[in-house]
């Protein structure tokens, strides 16, 4: 039996299941290309996309914006031609007008942007074919970004991520509301969101969907966005434990062997807290001894004379599977992943008690 489609823009994804974009090189085009051939948006992370190239120390923005344009097309190669090609990209990422413009010049169908407010992204997008997504994590955050990009470009989001306090990598809160999970009715935040989204969508006369995002692990999970009015949802770390994943084995096998006492906060060279598994690397961090040793100028908000670590250099040495010196970003949930599945089997998985034609209206 099939799913529920979502229509985004001129684009249909045969299944509402979008797969989180994971930097450095966990998501790129073999992951992406893969969740795409199965109807759902695959994502590629942009964040230091081309950290494998020879040439990445001496030019790292060369490097990247070349591994981005073939990264892109391969995945769309994998794909089939199905689903829909995202890329993930970090508003406070330097060069940021380039990267939209590769994006949509290399034939990606969506940029994805959070990690900060997209405020500009419309207008470094102008004159391109290529749907627009916020990652948002609040009402406040909604309805800032959703009325900035009426107010100044007159057009409104093509489909909104609402991206919850148990997601992996970069949150949206603060460490004190992370510290009160237990007691946060965030379905109550994202019903808000909903309803800030249903203005838009009526203003600007078409649908806008919604994905959420933090700690979807089972069908019951993916139902349950749907009953409270999302049209769909964001997977990231189910995805890391699957073949077609690309990051290595090692990096995998963190996944797989991790629990939940390995879980813990980490503070982002950025200002943002970031979830992510303890090991010596995050030990050091914490202990103020972990050294810089090379800039690779990434990020705006980074200092690299007053930065606790280099992110770029731990996510690299995570994604090569350095288990003691690299960052592992995860969600809250990464410890009830147990073993190694495939993309289709994990969609087949996470999708089965949606089906086909289901009216969401109709279950609220």
Same mark, same amino acid.
């Given at each position: 039996?099939?799913?529920?489609?979502?229509?985004?823009?001129?684009?249909?994804?045969?299944?509402?299941?979008?797969?989180?974009?994971?930097?450095?090189?966990?998501?790129?085009?073999?992951?992406? /290309? !893969?969740?795409?051939?199965?109807?759902?948006?695959?994502?590629?992370? @942009?964040?230091?996309?081309?950290? +494998? +190239?020879?040439?990445?120390?001496? =030019?790292? &923005?060369?490097?990247?914006?070349?591994?981005?344009? @073939?990264?892109?097309?391969?995945?769309?190669?994998?794909?089939?031609?199905?689903?829909?090609? %995202?890329?993930?990209?970090?508003?406070?990422?330097?060069?940021?007008?380039?990267?939209?413009?590769?994006?949509?010049? !290399?034939?990606?169908?969506?940029?994805?942007?959070?990690?900060?407010?997209?405020?500009?992204?419309?207008?470094?997008?102008?004159?391109?074919?290529?749907?627009?997504?916020?990652?948002?994590?609040?009402?406040?955050?909604?309805?800032?970004?959703?009325?900035?990009?009426?107010?100044?470009?007159?057009? $409104?989001?093509?489909?909104?991520?609402?991206? /919850?306090?148990?997601?992996?990598?970069?949150?949206?809160?603060?460490?004190? &509301?992370?510290?009160?999970?237990?007691?946060?009715?965030?379905?109550?935040?994202?019903?808000?969101?909903?309803?800030?989204?249903?203005?838009? @969508?009526?203003?600007?006369?078409?649908?806008?969907?919604?994905?959420?995002? /933090?700690?979807?692990?089972?069908?019951? =999970?993916?139902?349950?966005?749907?009953?409270? /009015?999302?049209?769909?949802?964001?997977?990231?770390?189910?995805?890391?434990?699957?073949? &077609?994943? +690309? @990051?290595?084995?090692?990096?995998?096998?963190?996944?797989?062997?991790?629990?939940?006492? =390995?879980? &813990?906060?980490?503070?982002?060279?950025?200002?943002?807290?970031?979830?992510?598994?303890?090991?010596?690397?995050?030990?050091?961090?914490?202990?103020?001894?972990?050294?810089?040793?090379?800039?690779?100028?990434?990020?705006? !908000?980074?200092?690299?004379? $007053?930065?606790?670590?280099?992110? $770029?250099? %731990?996510?690299?040495?995570?994604?090569?599977?350095?288990?003691?010196?690299?960052?592992?970003?995860?969600?809250?949930?990464?410890?009830?992943?147990?073993?190694?599945?495939?993309?289709?089997?994990?969609?087949?998985?996470?999708?089965?008690?949606?089906?086909?034609?289901?009216?969401?209206?109709?279950?609220?």
């Amino acid at each position: 039996m099939g799913v529920k489609t979502v229509a985004i823009g001129k684009h249909v994804l045969k299944v509402p299941v979008i797969q989180g974009g994971m930097g450095i090189g966990v998501s790129r085009c073999r992951l992406a /290309g !893969a969740v795409a051939k199965e109807g759902g948006m695959g994502v590629i992370s @942009a964040a230091q996309i081309g950290y +494998d +190239d020879p040439d990445f120390r001496k =030019d790292p &923005e060369a490097a990247n914006l070349r591994a981005l344009r @073939a990264h892109i097309a391969r995945a769309r190669e994998i794909s089939g031609g199905r689903g829909m090609i %995202a890329v993930n990209l970090m508003a406070v990422t330097q060069l940021y007008e380039d990267y939209v413009r590769i994006c949509a010049e !290399a034939g990606a169908d969506a940029i994805i942007s959070g990690a900060g407010l997209p405020s500009n992204l419309p207008k470094c997008a102008e004159g391109y074919d290529i749907c627009l997504a916020p990652i948002v994590s609040s009402e406040k955050s909604a309805r800032v970004i959703l009325k900035s990009w009426d107010r100044k470009y007159q057009r $409104t989001a093509d489909f909104l991520i609402i991206e /919850g306090p148990l997601a992996g990598g970069h949150l949206g809160f603060s460490q004190e &509301e992370l510290n009160q999970i237990s007691s946060m009715n965030y379905d109550e935040e994202i019903k808000k969101i909903l309803r800030i989204r249903d203005s838009f @969508a009526e203003k600007y006369g078409h649908e806008i969907p919604v994905f959420s995002a /933090g700690g979807i692990f089972s069908p019951e =999970d993916v139902l349950h966005q749907l009953e409270l /009015g999302c049209d769909g949802v964001q997977v990231a770390s189910r995805f890391v434990a699957t073949e &077609e994943c +690309d @990051a290595s084995p090692e990096y995998k096998r963190a996944y797989i062997e991790a629990e939940e006492k =390995d879980i &813990e906060i980490i503070k982002s060279p950025v200002g943002m807290p970031g979830r992510a598994l303890r090991n010596a690397f995050t030990d050091r961090v914490r202990e103020g001894s972990e050294k810089i040793t090379w800039c690779f100028n990434c990020l705006k !908000a980074c200092n690299p004379k $007053t930065a606790d670590y280099c992110i $770029t250099q %731990a996510l690299i040495d995570a994604v090569k599977g350095d288990r003691q010196n690299g960052l592992f970003f995860c969600g809250a949930r990464v410890g009830e992943i147990r073993k190694i599945t495939t993309v289709k089997d994990l969609i087949e998985e996470l999708t089965q008690k949606i089906g086909t034609g289901t009216d969401k209206k109709q279950i609220l």
